[in-house]
């Protein structure tokens, strides 16, 4: 009898522990931004660079994979990877984000932020070019209109990139490090997520 009330036990425990991984809600699909504040960047280039053919990028675009994950009706969190372009620009970066659901029904407003990293690359003409390894600070709010199976978001972010260095070569080859820019931007976003959007029923 004792072992059977273990195994009852053991048993309870395991179904938990899987009512527990089970999401609330999920979904997972492609996203797609561009910078709109300031209209060129980063705000500031290194002064290493002023004079050099490096230039602020004007027009970029930034695709990217974005999942979510609910926790409860509330709180979510998501993980994005990203690739930005522009004329002499490459961004790549990937970010862990908290957001929090102030108010759901036909549409879902949120509100959060995250971090991660990332790495700026701005080329001029050979060999000049300047890297930027860097560490995202992010706050954004979010409108989301879901049905069953589809999640359609729009973001507005401000993000401000931490640079862990400058690495700046020259005309002639040279590569040093250059004093830090600033790199703080606007952006808007929108995204794609396909997953499953159905609240549990309450038991």
Do not use: C
């Amino acid at each position: 009898m004792l072992k059977k009330a273990f195994l009852v036990a053991g048993l309870m425990m395991v179904a938990a522990d899987a009512h527990a991984l089970d999401p609330y809600m999920w979904g997972i699909g492609p996203r797609v931004g561009t910078m709109v504040i300031p209209g060129r960047y980063p705000l500031k280039l290194p002064e290493a660079v002023d004079g050099s053919s490096i230039e602020k990028v004007r027009h970029d675009v930034s695709i990217g994979v974005q999942a979510a994950y609910y926790l409860h009706s509330f709180q979510r969190m998501l993980l994005d990877a990203s690739l930005g372009f522009g004329k002499g620009y490459l961004d790549a970066q990937v970010m862990v984000k908290w957001n929090y659901v102030m108010q759901t029904g036909a549409m879902d407003f949120l509100l959060g932020g995250g971090t991660g990293f990332g790495s700026y690359r701005f080329k001029g003409d050979d060999p000049e070019k300047l890297v930027i390894p860097y560490y995202p600070l992010r706050a954004e709010t979010s409108a989301l209109i879901r049905d069953n199976t589809r999640g359609y978001q729009g973001t507005i972010y401000a993000q401000f990139a931490i640079p862990a260095n400058h690495y700046y070569t020259n005309a002639d080859g040279d590569e040093r490090d250059a004093k830090a820019g600033v790199n703080f931007t606007v952006g808007v976003e929108l995204a794609l997520l396909f997953g499953d959007f159905t609240p549990p029923r309450p038991r």
